[in-house]
């Protein structure tokens, strides 16, 4: 039997005391009934008269209850925006920030998709050239890994192609960074786990970058992949990032926005999100 519904209505109508306006219309009705409930008491034989005469009461008292219910619906409606927005906050861009944190090394997950490419190139762009920021042109990107996995060598040979397009797709761009592919045997979380550990290990040490210098990036690759990628930033104390594509309708079926002014570049702190969460659940 499902609960949730019924824990729902109690939830809403609970604390009644705190909103003086429930509470003032709480006892109208309260007075009303009283009175009605006395009338009848006394003159049960008399229940036309009485119809006539607490016809308008009856109303009231039904209007009033109504009218309880949905002004504490509201409040209770406008509570929930309030909870979903706080913990939705740390999920949004941060545009203010900028490049501020400025990083050199960015990991990438990648997916055998073709149009996963031009994703790709916005996030290594944006890091590299600085878009939407408030210093244009300040980034300071220098390395990118891509990790990538798949069981099946057909699979693999795309992996491969994708790689060799977002080189020269970069390339042509004039984004001059370093591409390190980091293969996986096959898109798994516990695989993409320890290969972000990896390269936050020991892999940027080759470069002379430190770890709050490189950010993961969980847009491309499997879910699968994109899991291990977040427990792993997590464990490690480290953000990731994600961008937010717009999607729109064409010929009955939603297709990905070629304008890329419309994405989001989001930062999301994990250590965050988590600390907000037990705060409300304290």
Same mark, same amino acid.
């Given at each position: 039997?499902?609960?949730?519904?019924?824990?729902?209505?109690?939830r809403?109508?609970?604390?009644?005391?705190?909103?003086?306006? $429930?509470?003032? /219309?709480?006892?109208?009705?309260?007075? $009303?009934?009283g009175?009605?409930?006395?009338?009848?008491?006394?003159?049960?034989?008399?229940?036309?008269?009485?119809?006539?005469?607490?016809?308008?009461?009856?109303?009231?008292?039904?209007?009033? $209850? &109504?009218?309880a219910?949905?002004?504490?619906?509201?409040?209770?409606?406008?509570?929930?925006? %309030?909870? %979903?927005?706080?913990?939705? %906050?740390?999920?949004?861009?941060?545009?203010?920030?900028?490049?501020?944190?400025s990083? %050199?090394?960015?990991?990438?997950?990648?997916?055998?998709?073709?149009? =996963?490419?031009?994703?790709?190139?916005?996030?290594?762009?944006?890091?590299?050239?600085?878009?939407?920021? !408030?210093?244009?042109?300040?980034?300071?990107?220098?390395?990118?890994?891509?990790?990538?996995?798949? !069981?099946?060598?057909? &699979?693999?040979?795309?992996?491969?192609?994708?790689?060799k397009?977002?080189?020269?797709?970069?390339?042509?761009?004039?984004?001059?960074?370093?591409?390190?592919?980091?293969?996986?045997?096959?898109?798994?979380?516990?695989?993409?786990?320890?290969? &972000?550990?990896? /390269?936050?290990?020991?892999?940027?040490?080759?470069?002379?970058?430190? =770890?709050? !210098?490189?950010?993961?990036? $969980?847009?491309?690759?499997?879910? =699968?992949?994109?899991?291990?990628?977040?427990v792993?930033?997590?464990?490690?104390?480290?953000?990731?990032?994600? /961008?937010?594509?717009?999607?729109?309708?064409?010929?009955?079926?939603?297709?990905?926005?070629?304008?890329? !002014?419309?994405?989001?570049?989001?930062?999301?702190?994990?250590?965050?999100? /988590?600390s907000?969460?037990?705060?409300?659940?304290?």
């Amino acid at each position: 039997m499902n609960k949730r519904p019924l824990q729902g209505e109690f939830r809403y109508m609970y604390g009644v005391l705190d909103r003086p306006i $429930i509470f003032i /219309i709480g006892l109208l009705i309260a007075g $009303i009934a009283g009175n009605l409930i006395y009338e009848l008491a006394h003159d049960l034989p008399q229940y036309k008269t009485l119809w006539r005469t607490w016809g308008i009461e009856v109303v009231t008292i039904c209007a009033l $209850i &109504v009218a309880a219910y949905l002004v504490n619906r509201l409040h209770y409606e406008r509570k929930l925006a %309030r909870e %979903r927005e706080e913990q939705m %906050r740390v999920l949004r861009p941060r545009k203010e920030e900028g490049l501020k944190h400025s990083y %050199r090394g960015i990991i990438w997950l990648l997916s055998p998709d073709k149009d =996963s490419l031009p994703i790709a190139q916005y996030a290594i762009g944006k890091q590299k050239f600085g878009l939407g920021s !408030e210093e244009p042109g300040r980034g300071k990107l220098e390395v990118c890994w891509c990790i990538y996995g798949a !069981e099946k060598d057909d &699979v693999k040979e795309e992996l491969d192609e994708r790689m060799k397009e977002l080189k020269a797709k970069l390339k042509e761009l004039g984004i001059n960074i370093k591409i390190e592919g980091y293969p996986i045997e096959r898109p798994d979380a516990q695989l993409t786990f320890d290969a &972000v550990k990896n /390269i936050y290990h020991s892999k940027i040490q080759k470069h002379g970058l430190k =770890s709050h !210098e490189v950010m993961a990036d $969980i847009t491309g690759g499997f879910a =699968s992949m994109s899991a291990g990628m977040v427990v792993a930033c997590f464990l490690l104390g480290l953000p990731v990032e994600y /961008i937010q594509v717009q999607y729109i309708s064409s010929g009955g079926n939603m297709v990905r926005s070629s304008k890329q !002014e419309n994405w989001n570049h989001i930062l999301i702190d994990l250590r965050e999100s /988590i600390s907000a969460a037990k705060g409300e659940a304290s």
